[in-house]
């Protein structure tokens, strides 16, 4: 996936400013799939460049250079056609598994202040999670196929802190185990 699929979704969902969308995407897609502000202003303009997407000056740009973007014809077919293709499985890499790992081979490393930190995150982030979730889709109403799609990627991302959680307590305890 490039960054260029990311950028193309929001818009289509919404046509802004390069900020509004760089604030929109740190709200939204930003919790899985991370950009700068200046990566998503970069891909703008080479995006503005294929045909993909077109930028007018801002309704409310006044004197500054404020551009509103929206997606062209040719942006929309290049979103069918990624949408189409098999997405890549997700490999795991992680840095951390790999210290355990180490650790199970050194035995000498206390990775226990780590794992503490890194629950306090995962719990920290759940909890933003359960908030918007009960901000955006508890209301318990018939919600359209859009809404369903986004509470399930919202779904997905407190199913993954929870079991982040869920290992790092399991983990902990086998660290501080002393059964040698």
Excluded: C
Excluded at 59 to 84: C, F, H, I, N, Q
Excluded at 131 to 153: S, T
């Amino acid at each position: 996936m490039s960054l260029a699929h990311a950028v193309l979704t929001s818009l289509i969902e919404k046509p802004s400013s390069g900020y509004e969308l760089a604030r929109r995407f740190d709200k939204s897609i930003g919790y899985f799939w991370h950009a700068t502000h200046q990566q998503i202003y970069r891909e703008l303009a080479r995006m503005e460049e294929k045909g993909w997407i077109v930028s007018d000056s801002a309704p409310d740009a006044g004197a500054t250079r404020k551009r509103e973007y929206k997606v062209l014809p040719d942006g929309r077919a290049e979103l069918v056609r990624w949408t189409s293709e098999p997405a890549a499985s997700m490999d795991l890499r992680d840095e951390f598994t790999v210290k355990i790992r180490a650790d199970a081979a050194l035995n000498e490393v206390d990775l226990s202040d780590e794992l503490r930190a890194r629950i306090a995150q995962h719990t920290e982030r759940l909890a933003h999670y359960r908030a918007i979730e009960a901000r955006d889709f508890a209301r318990g109403d018939a919600m359209p196929r859009a809404k369903r799609l986004q509470h399930l990627i919202l779904k997905k991302g407190i199913m993954f802190e929870e079991g982040s959680i869920a290992w790092a307590r399991e983990a902990l305890g086998v660290l501080e185990s002393t059964d040698g």
